[in-house]
């Protein structure tokens, strides 16, 4: 499976991307705080990781390489838990590197998995993660997840408690919601500089059912 889009392009995750995506990942080491691998002392530690995971069907993982950018693989993300008995599909391990992070490419990479899954006929698309991870959960609502709660102690990862947040969105929402990411990434919503005109959080706001309570004004 690969998924073009103007900003963002998806592919599956294979060894010779490992080179790239270390490099790209190495000025950070905030960005493994809140997932369940890394951080990896080397390059041939990070490729031994690529290599593992590569081969699984799920999680099923994918590289994102912006288009606009160096072209070369800047992020990693998963689509796992996957059930299509009961229609659920959950989008999760997204690790951005400090360069593609807001960035449109990013973004759109969440559109373009979005996109596929309803299209394939799945019912609900999820978003999980750390309750304790801001960003996190901001990013999931700005992009019209809709949040359901927390599960309380719901894993341990390194070693450490994790309460989990939960979002999701629905066959019925994308409905409402892919009109608006549609808007956002034309590109007449970016001035010359970039800057949007219209965000994608107040565009995606009508079609959320429930917000995350952590963000009420």
């Given at each position: 499976?690969?998924?073009?889009?103007?900003?963002?392009?998806?592919?599956?995750?294979?060894?010779?991307?490992?080179?790239?995506?270390?490099?790209?990942?190495?000025?950070?080491?905030?960005?493994?705080?809140?997932?369940?691998?890394?951080?990896?002392?080397?390059?041939?530690?990070?490729?031994?990781?690529?290599?593992?995971?590569?081969?699984?069907?799920?999680?099923?993982?994918?590289?994102?390489?912006?288009?606009?950018?160096?072209?070369?693989?800047?992020?990693?993300?998963?689509?796992?838990?996957?059930?299509p008995e009961a229609g659920s599909i959950e989008v999760g391990n997204i690790c951005w590197s400090p360069?593609?992070?807001?960035?449109?490419?990013?973004?759109?990479?969440?559109?373009?998995?979005?996109?596929?899954?309803?299209?394939?006929?799945?019912?609900?698309?999820?978003?999980?993660?750390?309750?304790?991870?801001?960003?996190?959960?901001?990013?999931?609502?700005?992009?019209?997840?809709?949040?359901?709660?927390?599960?309380?102690?719901?894993?341990?990862?390194?070693?450490?408690?994790?309460?989990?947040?939960?979002?999701a969105m629905t066959d019925g929402d994308w409905r409402c919601l892919r009109p608006a990411w549609e808007?956002?990434?034309?590109?007449?919503?970016?001035?010359?500089?970039?800057?949007?005109?219209?965000?994608?959080?107040?565009?995606?706001?009508p079609c959320r059912v429930a917000s995350d309570p952590l963000f009420a004004s």
């Amino acid at each position: 499976m690969r998924l073009e889009g103007r900003y963002a392009r998806i592919e599956p995750l294979v060894p010779a991307h490992a080179k790239a995506l270390f490099a790209a990942n190495s000025d950070d080491e905030r960005i493994w705080d809140y997932l369940p691998y890394g951080p990896f002392a080397s390059e041939a530690a990070y490729a031994a990781w690529v290599v593992q995971m590569a081969g699984k069907a799920d999680p099923l993982f994918f590289t994102v390489i912006d288009r606009g950018g160096r072209r070369t693989p800047a992020g990693v993300a998963s689509l796992m838990r996957i059930a299509p008995e009961a229609g659920s599909i959950e989008v999760g391990n997204i690790c951005w590197s400090p360069a593609l992070k807001r960035t449109r490419a990013a973004s759109e990479a969440v559109f373009l998995f979005a996109d596929w899954v309803f299209r394939e006929g799945y019912r609900r698309f999820e978003w999980k993660c750390d309750a304790l991870n801001r960003p996190s959960r901001r990013a999931a609502e700005r992009m019209g997840f809709s949040y359901e709660g927390v599960f309380r102690q719901a894993m341990v990862v390194k070693g450490r408690n994790r309460d989990t947040a939960w979002f999701a969105m629905t066959d019925g929402d994308w409905r409402c919601l892919r009109p608006a990411w549609e808007r956002w990434l034309d590109p007449a919503n970016f001035d010359a500089d970039g800057r949007q005109k219209l965000s994608l959080s107040a565009l995606t706001a009508p079609c959320r059912v429930a917000s995350d309570p952590l963000f009420a004004s």
